[in-house]
């Protein structure tokens, strides 16, 4: 029997092309698992009217961990207009596969390693080593949110606080209000969360980035809570900053930091402009991991301009399944995948378009699997 069952979820569009890629180094590198194919994506919408169907995420209950392509996703309107004829009309709703995903196994930690690979073209700057940890279930994001506000919401606000009143003009029609909800717990899991990792990689910083000047109390909640998490870790430091500032820190010196821990709307940020400095969608993998199931997946969608030509960048996919090896326990594996790419890119020779190169997928796939299985560089 194979070591570990792994759930494959391709998806749409080019999340096809990089996982048939991904499969190539997960072979080169002889990682011993039964694959179970796993639907997602938009033609299950189209003809079922759920992109994320009841018998996907038994399947995925079933495994430990899965790997995850891109899928289609569209607007609500052009959503229920590509609906087959006779699920037309009956009130379905198109929910993020994904966002459902992280709720349904509560896969509460978004991990975003940046590296800048030595000699990439598209490196912001050489020297680059960031893990972004973002919070992934609740903040800004915990979709608690009022249009038209009631007006039971506009007094009860009103008479906690004084903020409040300065609104008493608009009417609840002109108004749309977000709770931004961050409870210790969750903001406790993060920031552990990226001290254990810290700690198990040997980081010597974490930086909290919030705004806990402005936002006194959810912010301030987050800073309180990382100040007393650090006090386990004693050969970390923990480095406090506000979100605006760190934006532009991160552009003048992003070698100087190391692991970044944040609440929700501020980790996408983050993770978003530390992925560009680093390479950009190409490269950009991320991890959503929970205490027991956790579900690799590159950032970037389903690049339907691109489909079918086998041209897309690889590397964030093979990259996001080298996070799946090392969080399975396959760190000697998942090393020699992570030195094949670093070999790949120094070289030079084989690059997908978006790196200036013309090789293909498939290519650049088979260059590093060639170099992955040998063991290749330390
Ligand atoms: P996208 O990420 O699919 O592509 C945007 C552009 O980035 C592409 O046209 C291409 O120029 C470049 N790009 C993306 N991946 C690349 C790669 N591996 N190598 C080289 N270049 C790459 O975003 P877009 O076009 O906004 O969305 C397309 C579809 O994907 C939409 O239906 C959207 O809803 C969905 N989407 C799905 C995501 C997911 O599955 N996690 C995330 C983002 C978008
Ligand atoms: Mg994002």
């Not at 080593?129 to 009631?150: K, M, Q, S």
């Not at 009143?165 to 977000?178: G, H, L, N, P, T």
Request: net charge negative.
């Amino acid at each position: 029997m194979p070591k570990h069952k792994v759930a494959w979820m391709p998806g749409d569009g080019i999340g096809i092309e990089v996982m048939n890629a991904a499969r190539i180094v997960l072979d080169a590198v002889g990682f011993d698992a039964e694959y179970v194919p796993a639907e997602i994506g938009w033609e299950l919408w189209r003809t079922e009217g759920d992109p994320l169907p009841a018998r996907t995420l038994k399947t995925l209950r079933g495994t430990d961990a899965a790997l995850f392509g891109a899928i289609t996703s569209m607007p609500k309107e052009e959503a229920e207009a590509a609906l087959v004829p006779e699920l037309q009309g009956k009130g379905l709703v198109y929910r993020s596969p994904i966002v459902r995903l992280r709720q349904e196994f509560n896969l509460r930690t978004n991990r975003r390693p940046c590296y800048a690979f030595p000699g990439n073209p598209l490196n912001v700057k050489e020297g680059i080593d960031l893990v972004v940890f973002r919070e992934n279930t609740e903040g800004l994001y915990a979709g608690v949110e009022f249009h038209p506000v009631p007006d039971e919401v506009r007094d009860v606000l009103k008479e906690q606080s004084p903020a409040m009143r300065r609104f008493d003009a608009v009417s609840s029609e002109d108004m749309a209000i977000s709770c931004r909800i961050i409870t210790r717990q969750g903001g406790e899991n993060i920031i552990r969360d990226a001290f254990e990792y810290a700690k198990a990689y040997g980081y010597k910083t974490v930086t909290v980035v919030e705004k806990p000047n402005v936002l006194r109390e959810t912010s301030g909640l987050m800073v309180r809570t990382a100040r007393k998490v650090a006090e386990d870790y004693p050969g970390i430091d923990l480095w406090e900053t506000n979100i605006d500032a760190m934006a532009m820190w991160l552009i003048k010196n992003p070698q100087d930091y190391g692991v970044i821990a944040c609440s929700n709307l501020f980790g996408d940020v983050m993770s978003d402009l530390c992925a560009q400095l680093v390479g950009g969608l190409g490269f950009a993998c991320s991890g959503n991991i929970g205490d027991d199931y956790a579900v690799f997946e590159p950032t970037h969608g389903s690049a339907p301009k691109y489909f079918g030509q086998n041209k897309c960048n690889p590397m964030a996919m093979i990259l996001s399944a080298r996070m799946m090896l090392d969080w399975l326990g396959e760190k000697d594996k998942a090393e020699r995948v992570k030195n094949a790419v670093a070999e790949v890119i120094a070289e030079g020779r084989i690059r997908t378009y978006d790196m200036g190169g013309s090789n293909s997928t498939t290519e650049v796939a088979e260059a590093v699997a060639a170099r992955a299985r040998t063991g290749a560089m330390a």
